[in-house]
């Protein structure tokens, strides 16, 4: 194993301990949070942001009749996800009947 001879520059250093700590993820997560409140709106509530795969977010929906509703709205979901979080490339949902907690 080598050893790196020499100082490293801060913004190398700050960059490998946010990703070590897992700050970005976090950072992300909490983005992710915020744009599907502001664009579910009032059902919100009644919801639990998961993780994004391969385009597609996971929600977690307290009810059958909810999980209708969003699904009926899930277009204008996706476009104001897409929009406030480009990074994302946020494609369709996926909902998930589950406890919230």
């Known amino acids: 194993m080598t050893m790196k001879q020499g100082p490293q ?15 970005a993820r ?6 992710l ?3 599907w409140h502001e664009a579910a709106g ?3 509530p009644h919801t639990r942001v998961g993780a994004v795969r391969r385009g597609k977010l ?3 929906v307290a009810n059958s009749t909810l999980i209708q509703e969003l699904t ?4 204008t979901l996706v476009a104001a996800l897409a929009q406030a979080l480009p ?4 494609q369709d949902l ?7 907690d």
């Open 72 to 75: 009926y709205q899930k277009p």
């Open 87 to 90: 990074d994302q490339k946020i």
């Open 9 to 23: 520059s801060m913004a190398n250093v700050l960059a490998e301990l946010m990703a070590r700590r897992g700050f």
């Open 33 to 35: 949070e915020k744009a």
């Open 58 to 60: 996971e929600v977690v």
């Open 42 to 44: 009032p059902l919100s």
């Open 94 to 100: 996926r909902f998930r009947l589950g406890a919230i």
């Open 26 to 31: 976090t950072r992300s997560t909490q983005d």
